[in-house]
T-cell receptor, first 119, second 114 residues
Framework: GAVVSQHPSWVICKSGTSVKIECRSL??????MFWYRQFPKQSLMLMAT?????????EQGVEKDKFLINHASLTLSTLTVTSAHPEDSSFYIC???????????????FGPGTRLTVL | AQSVAQPEDQVNVAEGNPLTVKCTYS??????LFWYVQYPNRGLQFLLK??????LVKGSYGFEAEFNKSQTSFHLKKPSALVSDSALYFC????????????FGKGTRLHILP
């Protein structure tokens, strides 16, 4: 099946620093990837849609200058949390859909998530 | 507008008993419906999906779900629960309009009691 990886799996950083999270589709190409944020005991909140070769589409209320997304290739999207603050601490999850398939219904395959803790 | 509801925050089931996790949805037109499972500190794993055809869909780990158009429901079921099924379960829906994004329910925590 489709495999999506994320790196790192967890990161601890000081307030004011920037953190980059990578999302890779390992055995398929994804022109579109999604970044979610999950708070404890809550559902996933879609932050943005990452489009290969073009600008990301951000959901309402998500600061695009704070959460920088780059989708440089068909298998890699990165999320950079700039000038991180403790309130940015969360579980960040990416997903990619099986595009280009005849029976594509955009079933989303998720990465294992990245736990960010900002001190 | 699309929406999905999981009315139960938590479901407790004794090991060996059948389990049901409820999900109802609202979309324009026909839906694509999904179930995902999340284990602690992990991403979501795809369990099963309904696109078209047979209303009873079978998925991973012995789970199945039944699409009921008249009740706009897509409840997740398993005939005999295992302790290892304890996890957080998310129902998701998307319309056939490719401009619409997939929407997730708030999740239901399933506890299987030994």
């Amino acid at each position: 099946g489709a495999v999506v990886s994320q790196h790192p799996s967890w990161v601890i950083c000081k307030s004011g620093t920037s953190v980059k999270i990578e999302c890779r589709s390992l055995d398929f190409q994804a022109t579109t990837m999604f970044w979610y944020r999950q708070f404890p005991k809550q559902s996933l909140m879609l932050m943005a849609t990452s489009n290969e070769g073009s600008k990301a589409t951000y959901e309402q209320g998500v600061e695009k200058d704070k959460f920088l997304i780059n989708h440089a290739s068909l298998t890699l999207s990165t999320l950079t949390v700039t000038s991180a603050h403790p309130e940015d601490s969360s579980f960040y999850i990416c997903s990619a859909g099986e595009e280009g398939l005849v029976e594509s219904t955009d079933t989303q395959y998720f990465g294992p998530g990245t736990r960010l803790t900002v001190l | 507008a699309q929406s999905v509801a999981q009315p139960e925050d938590q479901v407790n089931v004794a090991e060996g008993n059948p389990l049901t996790v409820k999900c109802t949805y609202s979309v324009s037109g026909n839906p694509y419906l999904f179930w995902y499972v999340q284990y602690p500190n992990r991403g979501l794993q795809f369990l099963l999906k309904y696109i078209t055809g047979d209303n009873l869909v079978k998925g991973s780990y012995g789970f199945e779900a039944e699409f009921n158009k008249s009740q706009t429901s897509f409840h997740l079921k398993k005939p005999s629960a295992l302790v290892s099924d304890s996890a957080l379960y998310f129902c998701a829906v998307r319309s056939m309009n490719r401009d619409d994004k997939i929407i997730f329910g708030k999740g239901t925590r399933l506890h299987i009691l030994p």
